[in-house]
């Protein structure tokens, strides 16, 4: 059972940045694709990051990686804005399905004006 674990939300300034990491298990790394989702209050979950393209809103700002090594996703945040705020979720799906199966239990960012 694949199981994703996020971590390094968090409490920033605007203008600063983060780094989310996803750690992956259960399952082989290679054969998955990974993506990053927000949601904020009162608003509904978005895809932030995958590995072939960005919201519109992030572009420029944000920047998804992965180490297959470890295996983990990450997904750099800079420039952050309040808008920003929101639980990060990570997810994964295996490669060419069209829906995401797996995801982590998610991390708080808070982006204080």
């Known amino acids: 059972q694949v199981q994703l674990v996020e971590s390094g939300g968090g409490l920033v300034q605007a203008g600063g940045s983060l780094r989310l990491s996803c750690a992956f298990s259960?399952?082989?790394?290679?054969?998955?694709?990974l993506g990053w989702f927000r949601q904020a209050p009162g608003k509904e979950r978005e895809l932030v990051a995958d590995?072939?393209s960005y919201a519109d809103s992030v572009k420029g700002r944000f920047v998804i990686s992965r180490d297959i090594a470890k295996p983990t996703v990450y997904l750099q945040m800079n420039r952050l804005k309040p808008e920003d705020t929101a639980v990060y979720y990570c997810?994964?799906?295996?490669?060419?399905?069209?829906?995401?199966?797996?995801w982590g239990q998610g991390t708080q960012v808070t982006v204080s004006s």
């Open positions: 590995y072939t």
């Open positions: 259960g399952g082989t790394f290679s054969n998955y694709a």
């Open positions: 997810a994964a799906k295996i490669e060419g399905r069209p829906g995401y199966d797996y």
